[in-house]
């Protein structure tokens, strides 16, 4: 389990997240598959109640993500997919405008995945 907060504008209540995360067996090698969700965590929102204080409680439904390399004919390595699904509920009151930066600053988190995986070298293909 992770708490995680979200620091809203003046005037927004702040959102806390209780999320597990979960590993997907049964991938290719050199495959990795997880998923994150909230759902089903009434309980350890309710044990750890005071970690999230005055704060709505946001769901984070689905955050499945999906790392796989791309290989040529001759079996290298040449790039990396990324797959990502996600779907949030922030819950409580939002203007649609900020709903709307907060979709786009989620969209961009596959970019940072891949950034992630090549200044790490984790990611070994040679366009990067």
Known sequence: MVHQRLEMPLLMSNRSFFNCYYDIEGAEP???QFMVSGWGNEKIELKYAKLAGK???GTINLNFIAIKPVKNHYGEVTGT???QVQSVNMNGSLP???QVKHAKRSA???IKMLDFLRDNQ???CPRH
Do not use: P
């Open 30 to 32: 050199g495959e990795y």
């Open 55 to 57: 704060d709505v409680l």
């Open 108 to 110: 961009k988190s596959i």
């Open 96 to 98: 649609d405008m900020y």
């Open 122 to 124: 984790i990611c070994k």
């Open 81 to 83: 997919h990324l797959t």
